[in-house]
């Protein structure tokens, strides 16, 4: 039986070590870390429970695909709903704008709350909608790198609307020209933060991302995200394959330009593939370092970061959902600094994610548990603790603010994340959220394939390698890997 070695169990590692065992392969997964997931994983903390990283589940049919490929219910396993409420949006203004999933109720809440006329965002999301099925055929479900791909009539098509799509034109400068509205402008410009970019620089075609929220909805993980990885890793069990956890890959052996397993502790795994899901940057830099190195590639930009207070607090906000947004007033000023100044200023857009109120089990009665983030440069040497501190004291002030209370007093849990700790608890580059940023307009082009060019047998998926981070994107690199590699 043929073998293919999976280095990492991130989202992507394990949708591929799925889909090669439905194609035949005998697999086995070696993972650096004691739990499988990655970013997508959960922990407790006293009695609260809570999301590692993700907290936004959309497009959960990707994931429902893996357990229909091996002939299973996914409802059995993993269990989502679809939310009601998409997010809810503060301003220090007073505004408080609840998106909700229904459209026509979404725009009556835009009319009544900004007093406006919701003509002009309905011609936009329609824009967005089209954005979305010109490219998603040639710059998500496949490989970029392939020549045949782009001999299709859906590729030629989105050829042919290159204009359309506003690659030219920053995603901030069509919100502001075609909504216009400054909270709108403002909730739309933050769909760029949904791969880790600047909405001053990312190209116009990203008003793509919020389609993907606004069509298709947001929804919730029944026992948490970390339970996608862990359903996920049953599955994998149950057809056989193996996982190894503890198990850091040290090198990818290569003889003759082709891949012939990997080394973990001093012990060479042979195998005829080899797919690695960890970052591309340290697969190149640690377990490919005698070979060719992508430099230009590897050199790109990261994404955004971010600095996470997991707080639990005693109390209850009725006036709360499952997303929470409180927006600072200047978000240029925000991106400059992430982007420019790579440090983060006093005004900040804080993001609460509190997961009980959709799974009560995750916080003790009358509690709740608060996810805290705000983003953050990648990980370049700042003084981390002196800028978390700092972060901490202005969410505080900025929250007690808007909410009323005496946050200080309410916390009873608390745990702090850095992006220098994402960086070493997940080994991606820079604590990178989401691989590259999509701050060029040739970006796309700019990641890395999902296999190499140079070393025959070796593929590469997650989010640091084309289509890109998010878990959605995550689940495509598996397909596409997937569909590279002919059956066993
Ligand atoms: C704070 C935060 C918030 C986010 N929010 C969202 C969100 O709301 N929605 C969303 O869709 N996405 C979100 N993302 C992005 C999303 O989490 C990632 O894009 C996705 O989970 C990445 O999956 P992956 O398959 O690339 O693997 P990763 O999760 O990066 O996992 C890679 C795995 O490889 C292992 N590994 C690394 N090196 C080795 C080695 N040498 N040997 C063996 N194993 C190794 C690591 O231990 C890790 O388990 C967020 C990310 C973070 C960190």
Not at 14 to 41: H, M, Q, W
Not at 101 to 118: A, D, H, R, Y
Not at 341 to 367: M, Q, R, W
Request: charged share 25%; aromatic share 12%; glycine share 6%.
């Amino acid at each position: 039986m043929a073998k293919a070695i999976i280095i990492g169990s991130g989202i992507a590692g394990l949708a591929t070590a799925i889909r090669l065992s439905c194609k035949g392969y005998d697999v086995e997964v070696f993972e650096a870390n004691p739990y499988v997931g990655g970013k997508l994983s959960s922990f407790n903390l006293g009695s609260y429970k809570f999301n590692f990283g993700p907290q936004l589940l959309t497009m959960p049919h990707y994931i429902d695909e893996l357990f229909e490929l091996c002939g299973e219910l996914p409802g059995d396993k993993f269990i989502y709903k679809k939310k009601e409420i998409s997010c809810k949006y503060f301003w220090d203004d007073g505004i408080k704008l609840t998106a909700y999933s229904n459209k026509k109720k979404f725009f009556n809440e835009i009319e009544e709350v900004l007093k406006i006329s919701t003509k002009d965002l309905k011609k936009y999301l329609q824009k967005s909608k089209r954005k979305y099925e010109l490219t998603k055929k040639i710059f998500l479900e496949n490989s970029l790198h392939k020549l045949k791909n782009f001999f299709n009539k859906e590729t030629i098509i989105g050829l042919l609307n290159l204009n359309y799509l506003e690659i030219n034109k920053t995603l901030a400068d069509i919100n502001e020209k075609q909504i216009q509205e400054p909270h709108l402008v403002q909730l739309y410009n933050r769909f760029a933060t949904y791969n880790g970019s600047n909405p001053y620089q990312t190209p116009g075609i990203m008003s793509m991302i919020q389609h993907l929220e606004n069509h298709y909805g947001t929804f919730v993980a029944k026992n948490g995200m970390g339970n996608i990885s862990e359903s996920l890793k049953e599955l994998c069990i149950k057809h056989s394959v193996k996982i190894h956890l503890n198990s850091k890959v040290e090198k990818i052996e290569v003889k003759d330009k082709k891949a012939q397993g990997i080394m973990v502790k001093n012990k060479f795994h042979p195998s005829d593939l080899v797919i690695s899901n960890m970052d591309i940057y340290p697969t190149y830099r640690y377990l490919l370092k005698k070979h060719k190195q992508p430099t230009k590639i590897l050199e790109q930009e990261r994404s955004s970061s971010a600095v996470i207070f997991y707080w639990g607090i005693k109390k209850k906000f009725p006036e709360l959902d499952l997303h929470n947004i409180f927006f600072s007033n200047d978000y240029k000023q925000e991106f400059e600094n992430i982007f420019e100044k790579f440090t983060v200023g006093e005004d900040l857009t804080v993001y609460v994610n509190i997961t009980s109120k959709d799974n009560p089990t995750d916080a003790p009665d009358g509690c709740e548990n608060w996810y805290v983030m705000v983003n953050t440069p990648f990980n370049n040497g700042q003084d981390w603790k002196v800028i978390s501190n700092r972060i901490r004291e202005n969410v505080i002030k900025k929250l007690n603010k808007l909410l009323k209370v005496r946050l200080e007093d309410l916390i009873e849990e608390e745990m702090t994340i850095t992006p220098s700790e994402i960086e070493q608890k997940t080994m991606s580059y820079l604590g990178a959220l989401y691989g590259t940023s999509s701050n060029s307009k040739i970006s796309a082009f700019l990641r890395h394939p999902n296999f190499s060019r140079n070393i025959s047998n070796l593929y590469f998926c997650g989010g640091s390698v084309h289509p890109g981070g998010g878990i959605p994107l995550c689940l495509m690199s598996a397909k596409i890997v997937s569909e590279l590699i002919p059956k066993a």
